[in-house]
């Protein structure tokens, strides 16, 4: 099989989450384990850090990936889902695995994978670990796919463990209650590894502290280290200052992501890489900010506040859960615009309703679906967004409901897409 033969096998005859949902997802790590044994448990090669969490995780992952490339340590860096190219999942450097290595991967094992029958995350993971232990990584940030406990990652015995913060998103199978879903998360809490907690939420710092306690690991909830003093938006950069909460010590930065909550995330990743420092990582405080200032450039992070075209003003994100959406909405509205024009497309299994509780009235939809099969229909989605005074047409594709917004807009005028992950890969 060539390249496009190959992932083809891979979306059509693995169970893919990404595409099917729930059906795609196991509640045992049986099969993990297994290919782990059958590639002689890849992972215990190199060392890894392990990040979970409802938002952010993402942003964390490449974030802690891009200042380790600074300093000059060869950093493996799994993510999930892609947006564009299957390969952005599994990067050393900043560089996608090969189209070659996938293809020869599969090749090679495809007759495991048809006796076990993997789900697509479980396979993905395996080739993520086999090729940073092939390619002798010093590190890899490892981000959890969903939940944590049950997570196909967590068979790793990190050095670090970060928890970005939990709320509402995959109840059907995470749970639906903070706490609850903050049980899962805290699974990949390990015996005496420190463990950074992103935000401090009343419902879910017990479930992290008991957790902690109960293993002996140290815990650090990042506000309590640092509290932010600046965090001021240019044309291109944000610009954000920290100070620490227990000394005087202060730290200037600039990042190229441009998100306003991206700055609760570069907080914890400060004190996710203090907290490398005090095991032994060599990370100056130069090399913090030159990996902050490049994190888009060194690691081709996608969908996050993104701009795609300045005139006329288009920006993506890929938020799509309740927490995630407020933050866009919130950075949304400190711009200065005439009319506000939303490409929105959601996925089945959210919380729908609560989501376009939210959305502004104000605004000119257009509703449209992405290309997978748990896409809402857009029909469907325009009847539900019309009991909130949500009023717009709809697309069949997400280029058809972009090109339309393009030819309606005014000159200070701006367009946003977002609503699911899925239909901002469509445009990134």
């Known amino acids: 099989m060539n390249y496009q033969e190959t992932i083809n096998y891979l979306f059509n005859q693995l169970p893919m989450f990404q595409r099917t949902g729930k059906a795609a997802y196991k509640a045992n790590l049986d099969t993990t384990l297994a290919l782990d044994a059958y590639f002689e448990h890849p992972h215990q090669n190199f060392k890894c850090i392990h990040v979970a969490g409802t938002n952010g995780k993402g942003s964390v992952s490449h974030t802690l990936a891009s200042v380790l490339q600074s300093a000059g340590y060869k950093v493996g860096l799994y993510t999930s889902p892609h947006l564009r190219d299957f390969r952005e999942r599994v990067k050393i450097n900043g560089e996608m695995i090969s189209e070659n290595a996938v293809v020869d991967f599969v090749a090679s094992h495809k007759h495991k994978f048809e006796e076990l029958l993997p789900s697509f995350f479980e396979m993905t993971v395996a080739l993520a670990f086999d090729y940073f232990a092939k390619e002798k990584v010093d590190i890899a940030v490892i981000e959890v796919g969903l939940g944590g406990r049950l997570d196909s990652t967590n068979i790793i015995d990190p050095i670090l463990t970060v928890i970005t913060n939990i709320s509402f998103d995959h109840t059907s199978l995470l749970g639906n209650s903070i706490p609850v879903i903050a049980g899962e998360k805290a699974g990949i809490i390990k015996n005496e590894i420190p463990v950074i907690i992103g935000e401090k939420q009343d419902q879910s710092q017990d479930v992290f502290i008991d957790r902690a306690k109960s293993l002996s690991a140290p815990i650090l909830f990042a506000e309590d280290e640092f509290e932010v003093v600046n965090a001021d938006l240019h044309e291109n950069y944000r610009h954000l200052v920290f100070k620490g909460v227990n000394s005087e010590k202060e730290i200037s930065l600039n990042s190229d992501l441009l998100g306003v909550y991206q700055v609760k995330n570069i907080r914890t990743a400060l004190v996710a890489l203090s907290q490398l420092n005090q095991i032994g990582f060599n990370l100056s405080e130069e090399t913090i900010k030159d990996g902050i200032s490049r994190i888009v450039e060194q690691t081709s992070l996608l969908g996050r506040w993104q701009r795609l075209c300045n005139n006329p003003r288009i920006i993506c994100d890929t938020g799509h859960n309740v927490a995630g959406v407020s933050e866009i909405l919130k950075q949304l509205n400190s711009l200065q615009f005439e009319n506000l024009h939303m490409v929105i497309g959601m996925v089945d299994d959210k919380e729908i309703d609560e989501i376009l509780s939210l959305l502004p009235k104000n605004a000119t939809y257009y509703f449209t679906k992405a290309s997978i099969p748990r896409a809402l229909n857009e029909e469907i989605l325009k009847e539900k ?21 393009k030819k309606g807009v005014g000159d200070n005028d701006l367009i946003f897409v977002g609503g699911s992950t899925f239909v901002v890969a469509e445009v990134v």
């Open 385 to 405: 967004a019309e009991k909130f005074q949500l009023r717009g047409k709809t697309y069949k594709t997400v280029s058809d409901a972009l090109n339309v917004a």
